[in-house]
């Protein structure tokens, strides 16, 4: 069975990285299980946030980093301190696993900052289209007269 390489059509994702690791499976690709858990909204027209359940991490723990198009969150767990060590767990749910999540920024889109409240992750992303690309509406009927500049004296 032939793989395609489906990553040049991620670049021009912001979440639908479930999407593009459903088409991987279904091409014979990789298919991890997700996690941390995350959710992506659209707050605004050019406005996101991706929320990510890190329950039991905490801000120092946690690296936010982003690199050309890509958006990389990393979770790295200290080493459990000698009083924790004495804890005799009977069911623990709580991940304490390391984690690394990435996804490709569309072009044109930035992050504006990252909250860690109440175990979930919150980071925000702008669109800022550059001014040329922006949808205008051009009057009919209208015609601008070209202007000639004279020299004065």
Same mark, same amino acid.
């Given at each position: 069975?032939?793989?395609?390489? +489906?990553?040049? /059509?991620?670049?021009?994702?912001?979440?639908?990285?479930? /999407?593009? &690791? +459903? +088409?991987? #499976?279904?091409?014979?690709?990789?298919?991890?299980?997700? %996690?941390?858990? %995350?959710?992506?909204?659209?707050?605004?027209?050019?406005? %996101?946030? =991706?929320?990510?359940?890190?329950?039991?991490?905490?801000?120092?723990?946690?690296?936010?980093?982003?690199?050309? @198009?890509? +958006? @990389?969150?990393?979770?790295?767990?200290? !080493?459990?301190? #000698?009083?924790?060590? &004495?804890?005799?767990y009977?069911?623990?749910? =709580? $991940?304490?696993?390391?984690?690394?999540?990435?996804f &490709?920024?569309?072009?044109?889109?930035?992050?504006?900052?990252?909250?860690?409240?109440?175990? /979930? /992750?919150?980071?925000?992303?702008?669109?800022?289209?550059?001014?040329?690309?922006? !949808?205008?509406? =051009?009057? =009919?009927?209208?015609? $601008?007269? !070209?202007?000639?500049?004279? $020299?004065? @004296?």
């Amino acid at each position: 069975m032939r793989h395609f390489d +489906l990553s040049p /059509l991620y670049r021009s994702t912001v979440g639908f990285d479930r /999407l593009a &690791q +459903l +088409l991987d #499976s279904a091409t014979g690709g990789d298919f991890d299980a997700p %996690y941390p858990p %995350y959710n992506i909204e659209r707050l605004g027209e050019n406005d %996101y946030r =991706i929320t990510m359940a890190v329950a039991g991490f905490t801000a120092d723990e946690i690296k936010v980093d982003v690199k050309e @198009s890509a +958006l @990389s969150i990393r979770g790295e767990k200290k !080493p459990e301190s #000698s009083e924790s060590e &004495q804890r005799r767990y009977l069911h623990r749910g =709580i $991940a304490a696993r390391s984690f690394e999540r990435r996804f &490709q920024l569309a072009d044109h889109v930035e992050v504006k900052g990252a909250d860690l409240k109440d175990g /979930l /992750l919150n980071i925000d992303l702008v669109r800022n289209l550059p001014e040329r690309m922006r !949808p205008r509406s =051009i009057p =009919i009927g209208v015609r $601008a007269e !070209p202007r000639t500049l004279e $020299a004065q @004296s």
